[in-house]
């Protein structure tokens, strides 16, 4: 009795600190759940964390590559520009254009009566052939002799205006078949001249009359159905 008189306040507060310990029991589950969906959502957003880390570490790739492919593309439009019909090669020959054209006129000028030049067309380069007293024509309306030498002097032309190295050989096949009597010794003498610009000119022929003009023949004849060789 004594004990409970001692304690009277406390005994007549037990129901009100029941209530209390409810409402705080209650609170603290209310803040247990409030935690864990707040674990729930660190979680998630680690998640979404880690999720776009990556997705940004792929856009840097991605962007990377973009800037790769656009320098592989600058270089390559370049290139092509370059490579053009109407690229650097167009406007280095069209700057040189009286000297390619001086060469070839100082070649043919022994060899033949007609001249043969370039024209700068604006867009494009016409190479032209002029016999005297006649028009200027482009050179594919010309006979397959005329084609065959302009050619040849063209190529000597550009040989030796260029400032590139050229080869050593020089390839003719079958260059004379076009040929008649009347560039035939003209054709003889842009020969002698190709000998004089290559180390070695290797002329592939079927005409014997053309013998006379090289240093050393190499005769293939057909024998049993092969290819025999007579050094």
Known sequence: ??????????????????????????????????????DDKVLEYMSEKGSATRMIEECEETIAKIKEAERDYIAYDIFVQATHPNGISYEVIKSMLPVINGEIQKILSSIVDFKVFFADEGSKLEIYLQHPRFDPRPLSMGSGAEKTIASMAVRLALVSVSSLPKSQVFILDEPATALDAEHMEGFSRLLQMIKTQFKTVLLITHLDSLKDVVDTTIEIDKIDGYAHVNL
């Open 1 to 38: 009795i004594q004990y409970y008189n001692d304690n009277i306040e406390a005994y007549e507060n037990l129901s009100s600190l029941r209530g209390d310990l409810t409402a705080i029991t209650k609170t603290v589950e209310i803040k247990k759940s409030e935690i864990k969906k707040c």
